[in-house]
């Protein structure tokens, strides 16, 4: 018995360090590379070094880190008015009964289920036709628009959870709609908001194709930059590339670590897109 | 006392929906209905003033594209491997966190960032680790007196490239949907097995693996159609190349549209694929949508 225990948290160990194994190592070379001076780049066998962080200051610093604050800024602001039109509109969807509802309801989720290159020519002309080719404005526009549908149908699941007793009761009590929505329902799904929020924010932070051909140079966001560096399979600045990478993945590291369940659970819906 | 009865409120609750979905409408359903318009327009940017109804020309067009059925091959030859790549991966670290290891859900967590992380980053680290001046893979193999493999500029092994970093992307979202799986088969069925006498060999097979295969199917489904698009690490990993080895789908409509401004065709490719997805989320539906929102709920 204790025998079998014993193999039981050796197998265990084995199992950590495997997964380990397998998940680190990549991300932790792109730190290495982008933590070792240019003079020691092509020396692969050098794994210990006095680090550099000159490239990280030039980020802060200089033009180097323009798409990082682009992507910060573009993805925050879309995030948060998705967020706004999103929570209205979940409200409604869960608590209201009313003709055509499952029909307007699919007529928001259909989106989910086309990829987005459908929408990729049309939004392209678009764009143009209103002068916001290679703008913040136009970015902040479609990050709006593309979080909707994932935001609502996360919203709705925690909003679901609330008893409709406690809101009947209010009303019962002549709390006005307004009240009943900002007093009793959002507070009680703020982990709701949360999750949507933060889903929203790393989809967007994470998008590439439409920041690709909606900017050239002004609004470029951290994965078009980095596209910039890395066309095709030969690259030549391993040490720029390298911090870009890192750094866009900073925040994505800080929201897993701070919100792994609601993430979890937001993502196994999220990913049901297809 | 019912919603219904609010009256004036209901007016209000239905005006707060508008704007979200007058917003969708706008920027997600009305674009991909003009896509289908545009299909069957004439249009190239350079040369077209105006896009120009040209009723099946770009469909025939369309049937006899060599490029795109070219395309359409590699695009599954990737779907088909990294999927099953994934599955195989998903099914043991799903196995694994459902065996209870110690600091299971910290561990979770940090299994979960590649697939979290920009596709575009995964890309620049793969690129990283198959570069034959900064990467590892090929020093290793130089070291160890291994074949020189000109990794990402060979068809077969920039495929090969590609796979490897899809399976380290996305393996953990196959582990997830597997191990939620897991999680709701009853203990007392393995304790159960065990008291008889049962290896672990045939706990997974006799108990595990009957109970998760729906999942299994779902799973394998939305990564292979998720796959089968794939663009992001394409851009940033080959670039199509060496040659169109690489070219998937995706890539392919995007060189139409944005490298030979052949908007129309490439909107007539876009409606063909979205045919194709059409069809295969109606089978799919019909055979593990109650699965599905099971899982959501």
């Known amino acids: 018995m204790i025998g079998g225990r014993q193999r039981r948290r050796w197998g265990h160990w084995l199992g950590i360090a495997l997964i380990l194994l397998w998940t680190l190592p990549p991300f ?247 | 006392m019912r919603w219904a009865t609010l009256g004036r409120g209901r007016l209000t609750f239905l005006l707060l929906a508008l704007p979200a979905i007058l917003y969708v409408v706008a920027w997600r359903i009305a674009p991909a209905l003009y896509t289908i318009w545009l299909s069957f327009n004439q249009y190239n940017m350079v040369y077209d003033a105006q896009p120009q109804w040209n009723h099946l020309d770009n469909y025939l067009r369309l049937l006899q594209d060599s490029g795109l059925l070219e395309a359409l091959k590699l695009s599954v030859v990737f779907a088909l491997a990294t999927t099953a790549v994934e599955l195989v991966v998903g099914l043991v670290a799903a196995a694994f966190f459902d065996s209870d290891p110690p600091a299971r859900n910290l561990l979770l967590g940090v299994f979960l960032l590649p697939m979290i992380m920009a596709p575009v980053v995964v890309g620049t680290a793969w690129s990283a680790l198959f570069d034959q001046t900064v990467g590892p893979i090929p020093y290793l193999l130089e070291v160890l007196h291994g074949p020189h493999i000109p990794w990402l500029a060979t068809p077969f092994s920039a495929m090969f490239g590609l796979v490897a970093a899809d399976a380290w992307e996305w393996s953990p979202l196959m582990t997830l949907l597997l191990f939620s799986a897991m999680q709701v088969i009853p203990r007392e069925q393995y304790e159960a097995a065990k008291v008889d006498g049962a290896t672990a060999g045939q706990l997974f097979l006799r108990i595990t693996l009957p109970q998760v295969i729906g999942m299994v199917a779902v799973a394998a489904g939305l990564r292979f159609m998720d796959a089968f698009l794939e663009l992001d690490k394409v851009f940033v990993m080959t670039g199509g190349g060496p040659g169109t080895s690489t070219q998937f789908v995706s890539y392919f409509v995007y060189k139409q549209a944005f490298q030979s401004y052949e908007l129309g065709y490439a909107s007539t490719v876009i409606t063909g694929l979205l045919v194709l997805l059409a069809i295969a989320y109606t089978l799919y539906l019909r055979n593990y949508g109650r699965k599905l929102t099971s899982v959501v709920a």
């Open chain 1, 28 to 274: 932790l070379y792109l730190v290495l590379l982008s933590v070792k001076p240019e003079r020691l780049m092509v020396e692969r066998s050098v794994l210990l070094f006095w680090p550099t962080i000159e490239r990280y200051r030039e980020i802060v610093v200089s033009d180097l880190g323009a798409p990082i604050w682009n992507s910060l800024l573009t993805s925050t602001v879309g995030a948060a008015l998705t967020l706004v039109l999103a929570v209205l509109a979940a409200v409604t969807f869960s608590f209201l009964d009313f003709r055509g509802k499952a029909a307007l309801f699919l007529l928001i989720l259909l989106p989910r289920m086309f990829p987005p290159v459908t929408t990729l020519i049309p939004i392209q002309l678009m764009l143009k036709e209103l002068g916001l080719i290679d703008t913040k404005t136009a970015l902040i526009v479609l990050f709006t628009g593309f979080q909707i549908p994932l935001a609502i149908w996360v919203l709705r699941a925690f909003l679901e959870e609330i008893p409709r007793e406690l809101a009947e009761s209010a009303a019962i009590d002549g709390a006005s709609l307004p009240t009943i929505v900002s007093r009793i329902l959002l507070p009680l799904a703020v982990p709701g908001l949360l999750a949507a929020f933060i889903l929203a924010f790393i989809f967007n932070w994470n998008e590439f194709l439409f920041p690709l051909i909606v900017t050239s140079f002004n609004a470029k966001t951290g994965s078009v930059a980095i596209m910039s560096f890395a066309g095709g399979y030969k690259k030549l600045q391993w040490g720029s590339l390298a911090v870009l990478g890192v750094v866009m993945t900073i925040p994505v590291i800080l929201f897993v670590m701070a919100f792994r369940a609601a993430l979890i659970r937001g993502f196994t819906a999220g990913a049901l897109k297809g």
